[in-house]
C-alpha cells in the first residue's frame, strides 16, 4: 500500500499544492487545518509521515509535534514561511525530524518526504529479521527464502528483488524501483532483464510447492500477491 501523508496547515492553497505534489510522486494525502482536527486524523487514519505548519492558531505546529512525540515516532516534516534559525532549531528540539521553509519546490518537497520515510523503514527492518508474506518466509539475517520448510534457492539478486516486493505486500513497485532495488541502474537494464529475474523467482518457488507469488503489472511494474 502506498504511503500516506497527513498535511497539516491553514493555508487552502498549501494544502492543495502539497496534496497534488505528493499524490502525482505516488504517495496518499489527507490533510487537516488545525491541532484538534491533526490529532484526531493521527489516531484514526495512522499516517506514516506528518507535514506540518508552526502557524496554524492554538495550539500551533510546535505544540501539535510535541504532543505527537509523545504518543508516536511518525516522522514529522514542519513546513513554514519561518526561515529562521531560531524556529528550525525550536522544531528539532520538538521533535521534528526536517524542515523546510516555504515556498518549495515539488522536487525537494517529495525527496524529503522519501528520505524520511526511507530512514523509518530502515530502522524498524533492523528490529525485524524474518519478512512474510504469501505463504513465503525470507529470513534476513541468513538471506534464506522458504515455502513453509522449503528452502528456495535464490540468487543474490533474487533475494533482493523478492526483499523489495515482501516488505509491501501488494505494493506495485515500478520497474526503476526494482532496478535499483537490485543494484542494476535503470540506465543499463531493460524489461527482458526484469521480466527474466522475475520468471525464474516465480518458477523458483512454484517447484517448492509456494503460490505463483510475483505478478507482473503491465506498463508497470512488480507486485507480490
Known amino acids: 500500500m502506498r504511503d500516506l501523508v497527513l498535511v497539516v496547515d491553514d493555508n487552502a492553497d498549501i494544502r ?58 511518525v516522522p514529522i516534516i514542519m513546513l513554514t514561511v519561518r526561515d529562521d534559525e531560531i524556529d528550525e532549531a525550536m522544531c528539532l528540539a520538538a521533535g521534528a ?12 518537497l517529495g525527496l524529503r518526504v ?51 516486493l515482501m516488505e509491501e505486500p501488494n505494493r506495485v513497485f515500478t520497474r526503476a524501483q526494482v532496478s535499483h532495488a537490485i543494484g542494476i541502474s535503470a540506465e543499463f537494464t531493460s524489461d527482458h532483464l526484469l521480466d527474466t529475474h522475475a520468471s525464474r523467482l516465480r518458477i523458483k518457488i512454484l517447484n517448492a510447492g509456494g503460490p505463483r507469488a510475483i505478478s507482473a503489472v503491465r506498463a508497470v511494474g512488480y507486485r507480490l500477491i
Open 16 to 73: 492543495a499544492f502539497v496534496r497534488l505534489s505528493l499524490e502525482s510522486q505516488d504517495f496518499r494525502v489527507i490533510e487537516a487545518v488545525n491541532a484538534l482536527e491533526a490529532m484526531v486524523k493521527l489516531v484514526n487514519e495512522k499516517p506514516n509521515l506528518i507535514i506540518l505548519d508552526i502557524g496554524i492558531g492554538q495550539p500551533d505546529g510546535l505544540e501539535v509535534c510535541r504532543e505527537v512525540r509523545k504518543h508516536s515516532e
Open 97 to 108: 525530524n526536517d524542515y523546510l521553509t516555504k515556498p518549495v519546490s515539488k522536487t525537494i
Open 114 to 164: 522519501a528520505n524520511q520515510l526511507r530512514t523509518k523503514k530502515n530502522v524498524e527492518s533492523q528490529t525485524q529479521t524474518v519478512l512474510k508474506a504469501a505463504e513465503l518466509s525470507l529470513d534476513l539475517l541468513t538471506r534464506e527464502l522458504r515455502v513453509g520448510e522449503t528452502v528456495v534457492p535464490i540468487t543474490r539478486t533474487e533475494f533482493d528483488f523478492i526483499h523489495l
